[in-house]
């Protein structure tokens, strides 16, 4: 699919479809549409008189051969009230406009920027928008979505002055949306299709592709290292674990900026090992692996974006199996870290793999460390899929500041407490720490407290994407399954320094 930007009058423009928004005003018709109104002889004053549009939020109304445009359709999008109108509405615009087309077989389509602000923000949500709404699941059916592909996509509305902009925000809006559709893409995969081996060469290549550096520890660099965490769920089955290590290293680093770990879960396939899941949606457990996939995508937009940050992303990854060598609940295991810990559930496996992740990033150089990860049922109970779970070190100034990202690319995220009595909960009877808290509730809490006793006192971050990662129903905007949530908060997190 092909993104362009076009500062020809939108009258003029040859497309299957003009795309515009409407807004939920008393008077929907102003501006460009209502020049549009004026020259379909009162069209859409008519059909908002019916109220057949309202300018409520996604409503589509499709308008064919409207007089006047040189476009085949035109598509009125609602656009909720114009005081709450932003660019993650505008985002939202531009997947659920794209999806609706193209069910409808359009194969080129126009976006009218509403005039709102014709600025580069607006270029990047409208790309992003398309270029994520674009991305199907269907890679395994014969019958392919993609078969009624969009081939053009074309931005209009931009005088020539505003061109220049609108085409910067064009193009960074094409880096995240791709690198956010490759981490999907690779969540998509089932687990035959992506070991932890598969993994890392595909982590490989990318880096390769996009000049970043790539090391992959294989499972004797991971025993030599000591990474008895990892090594722990790894035993469980055949297929042996990675750790995979890509960096980024600015031409011109800023002076005194940090160097930031991002540290990603990748359990390919999450069985919950000898304390086994139940069979019902065990599934999904292919999507455990969101957390690396992620940090990977972010990766990938960074290379592009050249920011003057070092970033050193590292994903453990393995399965998690409940074979004849699979650790036992009771089992104490080393980490790298040298803290031992009393495995009491072996299906609380993300924290494990995490601990030596974090301990790795750290003797890698990174100062304030982020970690993405499918963690825990338990906040899928607190949040629901709405929002991905925060939770912050002592520290409080680094989370406001992916608090802040969050907020500007419009994903929510909502802080959870870290009060010290939670730790208390991890406390080990027979090791340092146990890997599930006694009992008292608050697992995404104390599983949140697992990870950081390995952060120590390094700046850090732990979101937990599970109820997040994964879409059970498909949005206007968006296809089911994965979502690549977090992306382009970390993006912005990292761009901002
Ligand atoms: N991968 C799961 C978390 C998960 C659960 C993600 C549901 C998505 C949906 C994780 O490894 C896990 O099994 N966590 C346990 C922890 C428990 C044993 C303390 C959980 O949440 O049940
Ligand atoms: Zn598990
Ligand atoms: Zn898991």
């Given at each position: 699919?092909?993104?362009t930007?076009e500062?020809?009058?939108?009258?003029?423009l040859?497309t299957?479809?003009?795309?515009?928004?409407?807004?939920?005003?008393?008077?929907?018709?102003?501006?460009?549409?209502?020049?549009?109104?004026?020259?379909?002889?009162?069209?859409?004053?008519?059909?908002?008189?019916?109220?057949?549009?309202?300018?409520?939020?996604?409503?589509?109304?499709?308008?064919?051969?409207?007089?006047?445009?040189?476009?085949?359709?035109?598509?009125?999008?609602?656009?909720?009230?114009?005081?709450?109108?932003?660019?993650?509405?505008?985002?939202?615009?531009?997947?659920?406009?794209?999806?609706?087309?193209?069910?409808?077989?359009?194969?080129?389509?126009a976006f009218?920027?509403?005039?709102?602000?014709?600025?580069?923000?607006?270029?990047?949500?409208?790309?992003?928008?398309?270029?994520?709404?674009?991305?199907?699941?269907?890679?395994?059916?014969?019958?392919?979505?993609?078969?009624?592909?969009?081939?053009s996509v074309v931005i209009a509305?931009?005088?020539?002055?505003?061109?220049?902009?609108?085409?910067?925000?064009?193009?960074?809006?094409?880096?995240?949306?791709?690198?956010?559709?490759?981490?999907?893409?690779?969540?998509?995969?089932?687990?035959?299709?992506?070991?932890?081996?598969?993994?890392?060469?595909?982590?490989?290549?990318?880096?390769?592709?996009?000049?970043?550096?790539?090391?992959?520890?294989?499972?004797?660099?991971?025993?030599?290292?000591?990474?008895?965490?990892?090594?722990?769920?790894?035993?469980?089955?055949?297929?042996?674990?990675?750790?995979?290590?890509?960096?980024?290293?600015?031409?011109?680093?800023?002076?005194?900026?940090?160097?930031?770990?991002?540290?990603?879960?990748?359990?390919?396939?999450?069985?919950?090992?000898?304390?086994?899941?139940?069979?019902?949606?065990?599934?999904?457990?292919?999507?455990?692996?969101?957390?690396?996939?992620?940090?990977?995508?972010?990766?990938?937009?960074?290379?592009?974006?050249?920011?003057?940050?070092?970033?050193?992303?590292?994903?453990?990854?393995?399965?998690?199996?409940?074979?004849?060598?699979?650790?036992?609940?009771?089992?104490?295991?080393?980490?790298?870290?040298?803290?031992?810990?009393?495995?009491?559930?072996?299906?609380?496996?993300?924290?494990?793999?995490?601990?030596?992740?974090?301990?790795?990033?750290?003797?890698?150089?990174?100062?304030?460390?982020?970690?993405?990860?499918?963690?825990?049922?338990?906040?899928?109970?607190?949040?629901?899929?709405?929002?991905?779970?925060?939770?912050?070190?002592?520290?409080?100034?680094?989370?406001?500041?992916?608090?802040?990202?969050?907020?500007?690319?419009?994903?929510?995220?909502?802080?959870?407490?870290?009060?010290?009595?939670?730790?208390?909960?991890?406390?080990?009877?027979?090791?340092?720490?146990?890997?599930?808290?006694?009992?008292?509730?608050?697992?995404?809490?104390?599983?949140?407290?697992?990870?950081?006793?390995?952060?120590?006192?390094?700046?850090?971050?732990?979101?937990?994407?599970?109820?997040?990662?994964?879409?059970?129903?498909?949005?206007?905007?968006?296809?089911?399954?994965?979502?690549?949530?977090?992306?382009?908060?970390?993006?912005?997190?990292?761009?901002?320094?």
């Open positions: 699919m092909q993104i930007l500062t020809k009058p939108y009258a003029t040859e299957d479809a003009l795309v515009s928004c409407v807004f939920e005003d008393t008077d929907p018709i102003q501006g460009t549409l209502a020049e549009i109104d004026k020259s379909a002889n009162g069209l859409l004053r008519k059909l908002s008189t019916s109220a057949e549009f309202t300018g409520k939020p996604l409503e589509m109304t499709l308008i064919h051969a409207p007089a006047g445009l040189k476009a085949t359709r035109l598509l009125l999008v609602g656009a909720g009230k114009r005081d709450k109108f932003d660019v993650a509405t505008l985002r939202k615009i531009s997947g659920a406009a794209l999806r609706y087309l193209k069910a409808r077989s359009v194969k080129h389509l009218l920027v509403c005039e709102n602000g014709l600025n580069e923000d607006s270029a990047q949500a409208i790309a992003e928008g398309a270029i994520t709404a674009n991305f199907e699941t269907d890679k395994y059916k014969s019958d392919k979505k993609n078969d009624k592909s969009i081939d509305g931009y005088s020539d002055k505003e061109k220049a902009a609108g085409e910067k925000g064009l193009t960074r809006g094409r880096i995240i949306a791709e690198a956010q559709n490759f981490a999907r893409d690779l969540v998509n995969e089932p687990s035959n299709k992506l070991t932890p081996k598969i993994l890392a060469e595909k982590a490989e290549a990318m880096a390769k592709e996009s000049g970043l550096a790539a090391d992959i520890l294989d499972e004797k660099r991971i025993a030599d290292l000591k990474m008895g965490a990892l090594l722990s769920v790894a035993q469980g089955g055949p297929e042996p674990p990675r750790m995979i290590v890509v960096t980024y290293t600015p031409a011109n680093p800023k002076p005194g900026a940090p160097v930031i770990g991002l540290v990603g879960k990748a359990v390919t396939f999450d069985t919950g090992g000898i304390s086994i899941k139940p069979a019902e949606g065990m599934e999904k457990m292919k999507y455990d692996m969101a957390g690396g996939a992620t940090m990977l995508g972010v990766m990938r937009a960074l290379a592009a974006l050249k920011p003057n940050v070092k970033v050193i992303c590292v994903v453990p990854s393995t399965e998690n199996m409940p074979g004849g060598k699979a650790q036992k609940p009771g089992d104490i295991q080393t980490a790298m870290s040298g803290k031992t810990i009393e495995v009491l559930n072996t299906d609380a496996e993300g924290r494990l793999i995490l601990a030596d992740g974090v301990h790795y990033a750290k003797q890698l150089g990174a100062t304030h460390l982020v970690d993405a990860a499918t963690l825990t049922g338990a906040i899928v109970v607190a949040l629901a899929n709405i929002n991905v779970g925060v939770f912050g070190g002592s520290d409080q100034s680094w989370t406001d500041k992916l608090l802040a990202s969050a907020k500007a690319v419009g994903e929510k995220m909502w802080q959870m407490p870290m009060d010290d009595e939670y730790r208390e909960f991890i406390k080990g009877s027979f090791a340092d720490i146990q890997n599930i808290g006694s009992g008292k509730g608050g697992g995404s809490i104390t599983g949140a407290w697992f990870i950081r006793e390995f952060a120590g006192d390094t700046p850090w971050i732990h979101l937990d994407i599970a109820g997040t990662a994964w879409n059970d129903d498909a949005k206007p905007w968006l296809a089911k399954g994965p979502t690549g949530v977090a992306l382009r908060t970390l993006v912005n997190l990292v761009m901002s320094y």
